[in-house]
């Protein structure tokens, strides 16, 4: 029920739409830069290095993968949203939700259905959006491993904003306040580097550890770490957690 919902809805294929896009469009932008310095250093031979070296210096993780990464890593925080905004807050706004909470369905099966549907669109979204970069990287014969891992890091990325979407949804019946939080929420969470000059080393640290882009951001070197990736997954598990409260206190009021 759940994802046909999601997929009669016009907002899945709008954001499945402007993601790819956005992917797209940024990944091969970077790719043109790469290559647009790959021609001059060929034609003009300059600083000395033979016309069919590479400078060091010029490659794909600094040139194309790292920016990408960290310019998809804040653009995914506004699309996402909107799919999870509907998730809960329709349903209490319907009074759906009663229906779900009296039925025979427990609080914990409601919650992972809605949460695998989810989690299922954004590793389908990523998916869309990164088949044209993936036909690039594998008719160019560049770094596919590495963009496996941009693609892993990236799917990652939208389940921890994906949870926390869930959880604004779970406490309000208005989608566009559901939204607005996730934003707000998930832009204060990705990154307290800013932070840093007032806070103690070891309070530092701790708000490091805490935050998206740190573990995000790792992938983009083309590092899979188990504790990055057990990051999103606890992240995604709390979550849970939270809205299977939201759903027992409705359930005891109802």
Same mark, same amino acid.
């Given at each position: #029920?759940?994802?046909?919902?999601?997929f009669t809805s016009p907002i899945a294929y709008f954001v499945l739409t402007m993601v790819a896009l956005i992917t797209s469009i940024t990944f091969f932008e970077h790719?043109? /830069?790469?290559?647009?310095?790959?021609?001059? @250093?060929?034609?003009?031979?300059?600083? $000395?290095?033979?016309?069919?070296?590479?400078?060091? @210096?010029?490659?794909?993780?600094?040139?194309?993968?790292?920016?990408?990464?960290?310019?998809?890593?804040?653009?995914?925080?506004?699309? =996402?949203? &909107?799919?999870?905004?509907?998730?809960?807050?329709?349903?209490?706004?319907?009074?759906?939700?009663?229906?779900?909470?009296?039925?025979?369905?427990?609080? $914990?099966?409601? *919650?992972?259905? #809605?949460?695998?549907?989810?989690?299922?669109?954004? *590793?389908?979204?990523?998916? *869309?959006?990164?088949?044209?970069?993936?036909?690039?990287? *594998?008719?160019?014969?560049?770094?596919?491993?590495?963009?496996? +891992?941009? !693609?892993?890091?990236?799917?990652?990325?939208?389940?921890? =904003?994906?949870?926390?979407?869930?959880?604004?949804?779970?406490?309000?019946?208005?989608?566009?306040? +559901?939204?607005?939080?996730?934003?707000?929420?998930? !832009?204060?969470? !990705?990154?307290?580097?800013?932070?840093?000059?007032?806070?103690?080393? #070891?309070?530092? %640290?701790?708000?490091?550890?805490?935050?998206?882009?740190?573990?995000?951001?790792?992938?983009?070197?083309?590092?899979?770490?188990?504790?990055?990736?057990? !990051?999103?997954? +606890? &992240?995604?598990?709390?979550?849970?957690? =939270?809205?299977?409260?939201? /759903?027992? /206190? %409705? %359930?005891?009021?109802?």
């Amino acid at each position: #029920k759940e994802a046909e919902i999601l997929f009669t809805s016009p907002i899945a294929y709008f954001v499945l739409t402007m993601v790819a896009l956005i992917t797209s469009i940024t990944f091969f932008e970077h790719l043109r /830069l790469y290559n647009q310095e790959l021609f001059l @250093y060929s034609s003009s031979n300059m600083g $000395g290095f033979e016309t069919d070296t590479i400078p060091d @210096y010029i490659n794909l993780r600094d040139t194309v993968f790292l920016p990408v990464m960290e310019q998809l890593g804040v653009l995914i925080l506004l699309p =996402i949203p &909107l799919v999870t905004m509907r998730v809960f807050a329709e349903e209490r706004t319907l009074g759906t939700d009663e229906l779900l909470l009296t039925s025979l369905l427990t609080p $914990g099966r409601i *919650v992972a259905g #809605k949460f695998a549907v989810t989690f299922g669109f954004i *590793v389908l979204m990523m998916t *869309v959006a990164f088949i044209y970069p993936t036909t690039a990287v *594998v008719s160019g014969g560049l770094g596919l491993q590495h963009l496996l +891992a941009v !693609y892993l890091g990236t799917v990652m990325l939208g389940i921890g =904003i994906a949870s926390i979407g869930l959880v604004c949804s779970a406490f309000t019946d208005s989608q566009v306040v +559901a939204a607005a939080a996730t934003v707000a929420v998930n !832009y204060l969470v !990705y990154d307290f580097s800013w932070m840093f000059g007032f806070l103690s080393e #070891k309070v530092s %640290r701790v708000l490091d550890e805490a935050s998206l882009h740190p573990h995000f951001g790792r992938f983009s070197e083309g590092l899979v770490s188990i504790s990055d990736i057990g !990051y999103f997954v +606890a &992240l995604a598990l709390v979550g849970a957690g =939270i809205v299977r409260f939201a /759903l027992d /206190l %409705r %359930r005891a009021g109802a």
